[in-house]
């Protein structure tokens, strides 16, 4: 029989709502950086203990083992000698525990065994004590439905955090202690003020979220001094695989150092995976370091959708007002302490940012742990119109209809990179709905990585006209980075009647976007796609759409995608 130090609560109460209401929450942890997230194969025992958090001697070393699929971890860990903190059941098998330094060659031997990887600390790091749900302009938002009313936002989302307090504003469903005693509460104070920017009730009292009343899972991977480890985050994780079929959203204001690689690289990374393949969507905080966010865990993998923070002190674009805390900067610029990069995918405001405090009452924090619950709640809204909804549905929705470029009236100024990640902004009014299927036209292809034209290995195609065939766009073979795009221009806005497009080979790559533009900034999604059933054959979009622009935008958080095997494309008119 299996045992789990920490057993995962089945959900319960889950209640229905008759109207939806958004959520918003930013907040961010980092993890102090102690060394790699994994031991070097040639590592010494020493040299990892002298690593390891907590009070481990120099004899012994604080581990995450990650057994293969069929091994017992309760009967792993008894023969290695190592009293487990927590046995993982659902992301993967294995466990986490204090090991004796005799005792970590053998484990690295044992044929059950697959990584042994140093149990890395966590703490938060928001730099001070909501404009920032007016300034997303949630409450223009008909998902949202704010207006006083107590409306609620009929969606699910997990916080992994410092846990959160009883507080009149938050309507806390239950959730898992994975660290310390007694139960999920929040001695803190982080996790309360997160909670609150996702899914403080809409009752004309305190603050409200950006989805308002949306039902928060307080999963405490952090003590009540803002430090854990990441075997407790696994472990939060672990608890949110098993109840997937009610967690439509996670917020993870936490991270620390180190870098991307594949799902199985590392313990944590294997659980993420494991919980966004599973159809849950994690949000992450990019970091308040100030640098690339490229060093960070989890902000860089490519599965999750990593959040940076900008600065709003009134709740508007324009850049006029004043500070109102100690955080300062200047209104509607990127936020100093934010971390940057091509990893980030969204930003939203962090700093001053008012919320739910765990002694009462609302207070004022700053950091991308404050900007990532926004995007969070803006997940459970589309989680609400969309039930079922993948994943990757709810990332094109937000980095199409639910976001804004930096350069619009909506954006901000001061980004420190070229990446030019997308603005929060949910005032269009309507609901939150997977964008229906459009196109636009080709006269001109381009090859492009992150915003960088390059050449590329191709014939120029045309908007069929007439029921006559258009050329085919032919790429070459060239093997773009991870995020990659082929895009079209039509020379002018047109009325796109089809898009037809076949692959050389498929396999590489697992999801693609159909997007149209009228000036090749702002992007519609009409569709998201896989690859096509067998290398040769030929998938089509019916459309109605109007636009100057066409592209297909490759993301693939496994493996590069090869954009020179999307071998024809064409485009009919209306």
């Known amino acids: 029989m299996s045992f789990t130090l920490y057993p995962p609560r089945s959900p319960v109460g889950r209640r229905f709502h008759a109207r939806a209401i958004p959520a918003i929450v930013a907040l961010a942890l980092v993890v102090t950086a102690v060394g790699p997230l994994s031991f070097a194969p040639t590592a010494a025992p020493g040299a990892v203990a002298q690593a390891a958090p907590g009070e481990a001697g120099r004899d012994e070393a604080d581990v995450i083992v990650v057994l293969r699929p069929k091994a017992d971890p309760e009967a792993v860990a008894r023969a290695a000698g190592v009293r487990p903190r927590a046995l993982f059941q659902h992301v993967f098998k294995g466990f986490a525990g204090r090991v004796p330094a005799q005792a970590i060659e053998g484990l690295r031997r044992n044929p059950n065994v697959e990584l042994v990887s140093l149990d890395q600390p966590v703490e938060i790091a928001a730099t001070t004590l909501p404009t920032g749900v007016d300034r997303v302009e949630a409450d223009a938002s008909a998902s949202a439905g704010i207006g006083g009313d107590g409306g609620r936002v009929d969606a699910d989302v997990a916080v992994l955090d410092t846990g959160i307090a009883n507080h009149p504003d938050l309507d806390v469903a239950g959730g898992e202690r994975c660290i310390g005693d007694g139960g999920y509460g929040d001695g803190d104070g982080h996790g309360t003020h997160v909670a609150g920017t996702v899914g403080a009730l809409d009752d004309g009292q305190s603050v409200v979220g950006v989805a308002p009343g949306a039902r928060l899972w307080a999963v405490k991977v952090l003590g009540d001094d803002g430090s854990g480890s990441w075997s407790s985050v696994i472990c939060g994780l672990d608890w949110v695989y098993a109840n997937r079929a009610t967690i439509d959203v996670v917020n993870m204001s936490l991270g620390g150092a180190g870098d991307d690689g594949s799902c199985a690289a590392d313990p944590l990374h294997r659980a993420i995976c494991a919980v966004v393949d599973g159809g849950v969507p994690v949000v992450v905080a990019a970091g308040n370091d100030g640098a690339n966010a490229a060093g960070q865990v989890p902000a860089t993998f490519e599965e999750v959708i990593t959040v940076s923070a900008f600065t709003d002190f009134d709740g508007a674009a324009g850049g006029n007002s004043e500070a109102t805390c100690t955080s300062g900067g200047r209104d509607d610029t990127f936020a100093g302490f934010s971390n940057f990069g091509a990893d ?231």
């Open 344 to 574: 980030v995918d969204i930003a939203a405001p962090g700093v001053c940012i008012r919320s739910t405090l765990a002694g009462g009452g609302t207070g004022l924090m700053s950091g991308t742990s404050m900007a990532s619950p926004h995007v969070a709640g803006a997940l459970a809204l589309f989680a609400a119109d969309n039930p079922g909804a993948s994943p990757a549905e709810g990332r094109a929705w937000l980095l199409g209809d639910a976001s804004r470029t930096q350069g619009s009236a909506d954006g901000f100024g001061g980004d420190p990179d070229g990446s030019s990640e997308r603005v929060l902004h949910l005032g269009s009014g309507g609901e939150a709905a997977v964008a229906a299927p459009a196109t636009g036209d080709p006269t001109v292809s381009e090859l492009g990585v992150k915003g960088d034209t390059q050449s590329g290995n191709s014939n120029s195609a045309h908007l069929a006209a007439d029921g006559d065939p258009a050329t085919a766009w032919v790429t070459g073979t060239s093997n773009p980075p991870r995020t990659a795009f082929a895009r079209f221009d039509l020379g002018a806005v047109r009325s796109v009647a089809e898009i037809r497009w076949t692959f050389k080979r498929v396999g590489f790559a697992d999801r693609f976007r159909i997007q149209v533009s009228d000036d090749g900034q702002e992007w519609t999604t009409l569709a998201t796609r896989r690859n096509a059933p067998e290398a040769g054959a030929w998938e089509s979009l019916a459309t109605a759409a109007d636009g100057r622009y066409v592209r297909f935008l490759f993301t693939n958080p496994n493996v590069d995608p090869k954009l020179g095997y999307l071998s024809e494309v064409e485009i009919r008119g209306s």
